[in-house]
T-cell receptor, first 115, second 110 residues
Framework: EPEVTQTPSHQVTQMGQEVILRCVPI?????FYWYRQILGQKVEFLVS????????KSEIFDDQFSVERPDGSNFTLKIRSTKLEDSAMYFC?????????????FGDGTRLSIL | QQPVQSPQAVILREGEDAVINCSSS?????VHWYRQKHGEAPVFLMI?????EQKGHDKISASFNEKKQQSSLYLTASQLSYSGTYFC???????????FGTGTRLQVFP
């Protein structure tokens, strides 16, 4: 069964450094998402992306965050200047179309640790 | 506003049943249910759309009452593999972002 893949599985970075998290969504999917989950808490929406642009973003997704689909397969999340509170599990998800009746399939996540 | 799930935690013996509830203060278009095991990604279980439908998936089923803005997940004859944290994700408008609930931790013991 096709799946969403994320790399790296664990990223350790010094505070203030830039970090790029990578995702390869399921190949025929058109909608892409980033979520984060702080340890022991719920999953929080960050951003959705369709047709090479952001379709929606949350309050968490401030100017320090950006997303890009640099080629036909990768979908990246960049955090420009990381803070301690950015430490979390970051999940990428994709769906074959948008809308409320489509499941979002999640990758295994990248654990980001900011020191 | 995030949906509220109840109970926060459930402990079961294998074969017992459980109900997990998800309530929202906003009108809902759909409710998505996911199960997440420790250290893993959320795994999609099912979607319920407005219209008050019910769905089943093996011994796991769910209902959606849009008037009450509530969904319930029913786990019958629980198995050890059902252990994990269950999240509901809701959509409330012309949007495809999911707002996840507070989670319900389910532990099934032999």
């Amino acid at each position: 069964e096709p799946e969403v893949t994320q790399t790296p599985s664990h990223q350790v970075t010094q505070m203030g450094q830039e970090v790029i998290l990578r995702c390869v969504p399921i190949s025929n999917h058109l909608y892409f998402y980033w979520y984060r989950q702080i340890l022991g808490q719920k999953v929080e929406f960050l951003v959705s992306f369709y047709n090479n642009e952001i379709s929606e973003k949350s309050e968490i997704f401030d100017d320090q965050f950006s997303v890009e689909r640099p080629d036909g397969s990768n979908f990246t999340l960049k955090i420009r200047s990381t803070k301690l509170e950015d430490s979390a599990m970051y999940f990428c998800a994709s769906s074959d179309s948008g809308g409320s009746n489509q499941p979002q399939h999640f990758g295994d996540g990248t654990r980001l640790s900011i020191l | 506003q995030q949906p509220v799930q109840s109970p926060q935690a459930v402990i079961l013996r294998e074969g017992e049943d459980a109900v997990i509830n998800c309530s929202s203060s906003k009108a809902l278009y759909s409710v998505h249910w996911y199960r997440q095991k420790h250290g893993e990604a959320p795994v999609f279980l099912m979607i319920l759309l407005k219209g008050g439908e019910q769905k089943g998936h093996d011994k796991i089923s769910a209902s959606f009452n849009e008037k009450k803005q509530q969904s319930s997940l029913y786990l019958t004859a629980s198995q050890l593999s059902y252990s994990g944290t269950y999240f509901c994700g809701t959509e409330s408008g012309n949007t495809d972002k999911l707002i996840f609930g507070t989670g319900t931790r389910l532990q099934v013991f032999p």
